[in-house]
């Protein structure tokens, strides 16, 4: 169980994939400028996440490993990521359209995006087992809604800022995303000192 | 340097599994798509393309649906009123109607006014304020800087609200034009003092330019064109629309007749007139000077 929180914090927090890890920034850029698209956005690949390592993981552990082919893990996660996603959406837009409408057009913009990619190579590069993965994937989907809730604020008052006119735009927000990343790493460390 | 290994002789095996696996997967996982895809098709409406196109796409949501796909959807699918896209207006209703085949509702041009007259001339500042050249900034330090709290700040953040640059700063206060105006609301929610408010653009049309709900003595000191609640234009008004709200005058626009009598009592010029294709007020933008 210690394990358990000690990951999402991990995750949440001190490994944040957006502020950290610098994975997932073209949504990231993109989306959080609004906070209701920002909502939405989180939501979608908090989902594709969970889903995602839900098919990868046991795709790796009982197909890739027994047949010692765990090198096409790459080439095989996107497969399935895409198809999976893919499917999802086909399926969301017939019978769930309240929910298609709130949070299928983000679908097809996550479906290989780096960050969703990253969390299924990264619950297998650290040996965590199924249940393990399956919280490291939800504590990587809230670390980027976060990320993109506080960013959207930060954003908020930039754009109301006198910013100068060579900075204007992607200049001043990357800047911007480059402090705040910097503000998370006053939290390494802490999962040693947390939880021993 | 990385020590390369070139065998000549290598296990066909070692290539043909992980082609199979790979193959077999893409083939599964295509199969399974195709499939789910024909179960889950939508039929896709010509109808929906067409109405939608015809919609002008400003995304503003003043029809109160999603957007203008939403508004669309509704249309093709519910068969809701024609009228609502108050950019598209009258012109758009009718078209609407007659490809829809229904009947065409009414629509009444509304457009935007700053019910606030307080310029340079007529008021001053309490402080010079130097900061974020933003409405919504300035009235978070003590109500904003000029002497009356109620009215316009004139930093302009209506003026970025709107997309169809419909509204301009003119010595300090905002001013709408109402042929730009296609009253999508936007500047509506953008005024930190909840200023603009939409009226009915009719051949004449006659508003109270003043939202200061503080006694007249203490409004006229802060602004000679305010609302001072002397009652005049109540009891001149022969259609009983006009009322008080405390010391403030509300014209009541559906019950207005646009006859002018409160316009000519006013004594301190708080009601103005306006009419379809002159910038309103017509004396003010004559001597118009822009104020960034």
Not at chain 2, 7 to 28: E, M, R
Not at chain 2, 167 to 189: F, H, P, Q, R
Request: glycine fraction near 8%; charge should be neutral; proline fraction near 5%.
């Amino acid at each position: 169980m210690k394990a358990l929180i000690a990951i999402l914090f991990t995750s949440i927090l001190v490994d944040n994939f957006v502020l950290s890890k610098f994975l997932g920034i073209c949504p990231f850029l993109g989306v959080s400028k609004n906070l209701n698209t920002a909502m939405g956005m989180s939501v979608a690949v908090i989902f594709v996440m969970l889903l995602s390592t839900a098919i990868t993981w046991p795709l790796y552990m009982l197909v890739l490993v027994p047949l010692h082919v765990t090198f096409l893990y790459t080439l095989v996660f996107i497969l399935s990521i895409a198809a999976l996603v893919q499917f999802v959406e086909t399926i969301m837009k017939k019978s769930m359209p309240p929910l298609y409408k709130a949070l299928g057009i983000y679908l097809p913009l996550i479906t290989t995006n780096c960050a969703v990619l990253g969390v299924t190579v990264l619950n297998i590069d650290k040996q965590y087992d199924f249940l393990q993965s399956m919280f490291n994937s939800l504590g990587v989907g809230v670390g980027f809604m976060l990320a993109l809730f506080l960013f959207a604020g930060v954003r908020s008052r930039v754009d109301k800022a006198d910013v100068p006119k060579f900075l204007k735009g992607l200049p001043i927000t990357l800047i911007a995303a480059s402090l705040v990343s910097l503000s998370f790493f006053g939290f390494k460390g802490m999962i040693e000192k947390l939880f021993g | 340097m990385v020590p390369v290994v070139v065998s000549l002789a290598f296990n066909a095996g070692d290539v043909l599994i992980p082609v199979a696996i790979t193959g077999f997967l893409a083939i599964f996982f295509g199969i399974v798509l195709v499939i789910v895809a024909k179960f889950f098709e939508i039929p896709s409406s010509e109808k929906l393309t067409h109405v939608r196109e015809m919609l002008p796409g400003v995304n503003c949501g003043a029809c109160g649906y999603t957007g203008c796909d939403g508004y669309a959807a509704a249309l093709a699918d519910e068969g809701v009123p024609t009228g609502k896209c108050t950019v598209g207006g009258a012109p758009l209703s009718a078209a609407l109607a007659e490809y829809l085949g229904v009947e065409a509702q009414t629509v009444e041009k509304h457009v935007a006014c700053v019910m606030c007259n307080g310029d340079t001339d007529s008021t001053r500042t309490r402080y010079e304020y130097q900061g974020i050249s933003d409405c919504v900034t300035a009235s978070m330090m003590f109500a904003g800087p000029w002497a009356c709290t109620y009215g316009c700040l004139g930093l302009g953040t209506c003026v970025k609200a709107c997309p169809f640059g419909a509204i301009t700063v003119v010595k300090g206060v905002a001013i709408v034009d109402n042929d730009k105006c296609t009253s999508c609301e936007l500047c509506v929610a953008s005024c930190p003092k909840a200023l603009i408010a939409m009226i009915p653009l009719r051949e004449h049309t006659y508003q109270v330019k003043c939202r200061n709900t503080t006694s007249g003595a203490d409004t006229r000191k802060v602004c000679i064109v305010g609302c001072i609640g002397c009652q005049r234009c109540v009891k001149a008004c022969g259609d009983d629309a006009i009322h008080m709200q405390g010391p403030l005058a509300i014209i009541d626009q559906d019950k207005c007749t646009a006859c002018g009598k409160c316009e000519a009592v006013c004594p301190t010029n708080t009601i103005h007139h306006f009419h379809p294709g002159v910038a309103e007020p017509a004396e003010v933008a004559a001597t118009a000077q822009i104020v960034s």
